[in-house]
């Protein structure tokens, strides 16, 4: 079982990823393997809408990781996309990673669990979460969730690590991951898959 975090912040080392090394040190304490990936401080081209990744799974910037991010995310079981809070949303940069990540090539993510873990100094939290939902709910990603939104508050780790009920927020969502991954695995050994999809419908609001 392998768990692909993200970690958007521009800090490698800084609140959110705090909040991603908490998940990952409880999803090892089940047995289950994670991988955090820094988006880093590149820049990050936003999409084009050119629709080139529709034939080819990929996109045609191949320079700033969303593509070895792409055949990360489908190897993986399940995926933790973690972001700081900027203006009550997920940093820009992120934005424009995850918009090319699922944009027009997203089939191969369907049925892996996913979720979201924000960290914010003060407000915003749930804007920002509930935004980085979108992406797996638009995607037949199921939603791992826990015993609140997934959110930590501080400004350095140090605020992080005081943060005790955000901290149990993240071991609950880690023990909440490992067991749908364990019960889709073993459902999978029973014979029951993903259910069979229906040809999209795509209406655009007119006909
Ligand atoms: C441009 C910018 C906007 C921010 N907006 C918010 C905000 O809306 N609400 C908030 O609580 N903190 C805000 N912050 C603070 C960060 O979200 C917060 O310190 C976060 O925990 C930093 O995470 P990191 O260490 O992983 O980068 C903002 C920071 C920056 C740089």
């Known amino acids: 079982m392998h768990v692909l975090m993200l970690n958007g912040s521009p800090h490698p080392k800084g609140c959110t990823y705090t909040a991603l090394s908490c998940v990952a040190e409880q999803l090892g304490k089940h047995g289950v393997d994670s991988e955090i990936v820094q988006l880093g401080t590149k820049p990050v081209s936003g999409c084009l809408a050119c629709g080139k990744c529709f034939e080819s799974g990929y996109c045609v910037f191949k320079d700033d990781g969303v593509n070895a991010f792409i055949d990360k995310l489908k190897a993986a079981d399940g995926l933790v996309v973690g972001s700081p809070t900027y203006y009550a949303a997920p940093n820009g940069a992120l934005c424009a990673f995850l918009d090319r990540v699922f944009?027009?090539?997203?089939?191969?993510?369907?049925?892996?669990?996913?979720?979201?873990?924000?960290?914010?100094?003060?407000?915003?939290?749930?804007?920002?979460?509930?935004?980085?939902n979108k992406y797996f709910t638009i995607n037949r990603m199921p939603v791992v969730s826990s015993q609140y939104w997934n959110s930590v508050h501080g400004y350095t780790p140090d605020d992080?690590?005081?943060?005790?009920?955000?901290?149990?927020?993240?071991?609950?969502?880690?023990?909440?991951?490992?067991?749908?991954?364990?019960?889709?695995?073993?459902?999978?050994?029973?014979?029951?898959?993903?259910?069979v999809q229906e040809k999209w419908i795509g209406t655009n609001f007119i006909r």
């Open 103 to 132: 944009f027009m090539k997203s089939t191969p993510y369907a049925y892996k669990p996913a979720c979201a873990v924000v960290s914010c100094r003060r407000g915003g939290a749930s804007a920002n979460f509930d935004r980085l």
């Open 160 to 195: 992080v690590m005081k943060d005790a009920e955000g901290l149990q927020t993240m071991r609950t969502l880690a023990d909440n991951m490992a067991w749908l991954l364990r019960c889709i695995e073993a459902g999978a050994s029973q014979g029951i898959l993903p259910p």
